[in-house]
T-cell receptor, first 111, second 114 residues
Framework: GEDVEQSLFLSVREGDSSVINCTYT??????LYWYKQEPGAGLQLLTY?????DMKQDQRLTVLLNKKDKHLSLRIADTQTGDSAIYFC???????????FGQGTELSVKP | EPEVTQTPSHQVTQMGQEVILRCVPI?????FYWYRQILGQKVEFLVS????????KSEIFDDQFSVERPDGSNFTLKIRSTKLEDSAMYFC????????????FGEGSRLTVL
């Protein structure tokens, strides 16, 4: 069945780059998403990529998609303490928009 | 910036009681969703709703659950007889184009069943 996997924790120093990785199993995925969840808050859409793209850049965020390996990554340049949160990878395959989420990666940014 | 709003932010209820969670999706969106996140677990899809009917539902979404769009702005999730295991954060989401692009989530409604 469909599955999305992420590592649970990542710790970086302020100013460094963070790379959060995600793997998925559904070769029919059409869109892949990154959401950010701060403590006690909802899911904030950061960025998304269509499956026929390899890369998407949006300010400090770079998304890389390797469709052959079913691997998605989110790079955050110049990571700040305000970037500390849980980052969820998600994918969808259907027009209806049902998303399958990973378990989330908790990013800790140390000053 | 338009946003999805949810009420209440937190509801505590006794087991067996009915609960209604409310959502106001973004106004020009056509696709509506409910997801839930049990503490420490993945965000799980419950149901999608389009053109005034359920378009897809998960196995979690059994007969105890129902959704409704009672007017042009609200989208509700009803749990008829709550169980302890229904305790979770419930997220409403909406999208203009379904699975083809941005899907925006609300802040969530935390349901605690005692």
């Amino acid at each position: 069945g469909e599955d999305v996997e992420q590592s649970l924790f990542l710790s970086v120093r302020e100013g460094d780059s963070s790379v959060i990785n995600c793997t998925y199993t559904d070769s029919s995925s059409t869109y892949l998403y990154w959401y950010k969840q701060e403590p006690g808050a909802g899911l904030q859409l950061l960025t998304y990529i269509f499956s026929n793209m390899d890369m998407k850049q949006d300010q400090r965020l770079t998304v890389l998609l390797n469709k052959k390996d079913k691997h998605l990554s989110l790079r955050i340049a110049d990571t700040q303490t305000g970037d500390s949160a849980i980052y969820f990878c998600a994918e969808t395959r259907n027009q209806g928009g049902k998303l399958i989420f990973g378990q989330g990666t908790e990013l800790s940014v140390k000053p | 910036e338009p946003e999805v709003t949810q009420t209440p932010s937190h509801q505590v209820t006794q087991m067996g009681q009915e609960v209604i969670l409310r959502c106001v999706p973004i106004s020009n969106h056509l696709y509506f969703y409910w997801y839930r996140q049990i503490l420490g677990q993945k965000v799980e899809f419950l149901v999608s709703f389009y053109n005034n009917e359920i378009s897809e539902k998960s196995e979690i979404f059994d007969d105890q659950f129902s959704v409704e769009r009672p007017d042009g702005s609200n989208f509700t999730l009803k749990i008829r007889s709550t169980k302890l295991e229904d305790s979770a954060m419930y997220f409403c989401a909406s999208s203009e184009y379904g699975g083809a692009g941005e899907l925006f989530f609300g802040e969530g409604s935390r349901l605690t069943v005692l």
